[in-house]
C-alpha cells in the first residue's frame, strides 16, 4: 500500500511539471497530491484494487489535464481586463474559439467514457460511482476553502 502511495505521489509531482498553465506547480503538486489521498483512501479499495487502480487513474488525470490545458481560451492575464480582451475578437475569431471549445469537451467526453471501461474491469460500478461522487465532493471542498481565504 504504501509502495503504491509512494509511486502514486511521485507520479502526481511529474504531472505538475507538465502544465505551465498553472502558475504555481507546487501549490498544484500539493493539491492533486491531497486530493488523491483523499479519493483514494476513501473509496475503500482493497491492496489489490489499489495496486491496479492507481496507475490506471492517474494515466486518466493526465490525460484529463491535457485536454483541460489544450482547451484553454486566450485569456488575460487580468481579470479585469477579460471583457475588453472578448470586445476586441472578431466574429470569425469567436468561431474558432467556440469550435475549439466543444471539440474538446467532446474529447474530454470520450476520454472519461474511455478510462470508464479500463476501471470496470479493475474495481466495482459501487467503487466507480463512489470515486465520481469523491472527486466532485473534493472539488467542491477546495472551492470552498478557496472562498474562505477570500
Known amino acids: 500500500m504504501r509502495k503504491t502511495f509512494l509511486l502514486f505521489t511521485a507520479l502526481a ?3 505538475s511539471c507538465l502544465f505551465a498553465n498553472f502558475p504555481d506547480k507546487e501549490k498544484f503538486a500539493e493539491m492533486l497530491d491531497e486530493r488523491n489521498e483523499y479519493i483514494l483512501s476513501n473509496i475503500g479499495l482493497t491492496q489489490d484494487e489499489m495496486e491496479a ?3 490506471v487513474y492517474k494515466e486518466y488525470q493526465l490525460k484529463r489535464m491535457e485536454l483541460y490545458g489544450g ?6 492575464a487580468q481579470p479585469d481586463q477579460q471583457e475588453a480582451y472578448f470586445e476586441e475578437l472578431s466574429e470569425s475569431e469567436c468561431q474558432t474559439l467556440n469550435e475549439r471549445y466543444m471539440q ?3 474529447k474530454r467526453a470520450e476520454l472519461d467514457f474511455s478510462f470508464y ?3 470496470k474491469t479493475i474495481i466495482s460500478e459501487k467503487k466507480i460511482f463512489k470515486l465520481y461522487s469523491l472527486e466532485k465532493k ?7 476553502q478557496v472562498k474562505e481565504k477570500r
Open 104 to 106: 474538446n469537451k467532446v
Open 117 to 119: 471501461q479500463k476501471f
Open 13 to 15: 509531482s511529474y504531472c
Open 71 to 76: 482547451h484553454r481560451l486566450n485569456r488575460c
Open 53 to 55: 487502480f492507481a496507475p
Open 138 to 144: 473534493y472539488k467542491k471542498e477546495l472551492l470552498k
